[in-house]
């Protein structure tokens, strides 16, 4: 676990200097086992998800595939995860995800849940490239 805490010291004008503390949030990072081949890379990501009511399952990714559990969306531009990557996603034992889907910003990922979406969030999890586009 990271923690930093600092002080500045700031003056003030006509008064004796004050300090102000600053404090960042604690973050626990703890990476995904690799699986049963090397990993291409493992990357820090923030994630968000889509899915019912907005998006129900079988809805059209940008691949023209139907949209089910176990796609995602990333960046087209995000040289990091590929567009076809397959990847390991922390939080989610043995699912192997696959980049069917775009509209997300750079180095975010959004993940296709059948339910619990809005109480999903926005974490940072790590995410394991398991297989860049063929």
Same mark, same amino acid.
């Given at each position: 676990?990271?923690?930093?805490?600092?002080?500045?010291?700031?003056? #003030?004008?006509?008064?004796?200097?004050?300090?102000?503390?600053?404090? #960042?949030?604690?973050?626990?990072?703890?990476?995904?086992?690799?699986?049963?081949?090397?990993?291409?890379?493992?990357?820090?990501?923030?994630? #968000?998800?889509?899915?019912?009511?907005?998006?129900?399952?079988?809805?059209?990714?940008?691949?023209?595939?139907?949209?089910?559990?176990?796609?995602?969306?990333?960046?087209?531009?995000?040289?990091?995860?590929?567009?076809?990557?397959?990847?390991?996603?922390?939080?989610?034992?043995?699912?192997?995800?696959?980049?069917?889907?775009?509209?997300?910003?750079?180095?975010?990922?959004?993940?296709?849940?059948?339910?619990?979406?809005?109480?999903?969030?926005?974490?940072?999890?790590?995410?394991?490239?398991?297989?860049?586009?063929?």
């Amino acid at each position: 676990m990271i923690a930093f805490t600092g002080f500045i010291f700031v003056s #003030t004008l006509g008064s004796f200097p004050t300090y102000l503390e600053i404090k #960042t949030k604690s973050v626990a990072v703890s990476l995904p086992k690799i699986g049963e081949g090397p990993a291409e890379r493992i990357i820090l990501v923030q994630a #968000t998800a889509y899915g019912p009511p907005d998006f129900p399952e079988g809805s059209s990714t940008y691949s023209g595939e139907l949209v089910k559990f176990g796609d995602v969306a990333v960046n087209l531009n995000d040289p990091r995860i590929p567009f076809g990557s397959k990847l390991k996603i922390e939080g989610f034992p043995g699912v192997i995800f696959e980049v069917k889907d775009t509209g997300v910003s750079v180095g975010h990922i959004d993940i296709y849940l059948r339910e619990n979406v809005k109480e999903f969030g926005s974490p940072i999890l790590a995410v394991e490239v398991i297989k860049g586009r063929s």
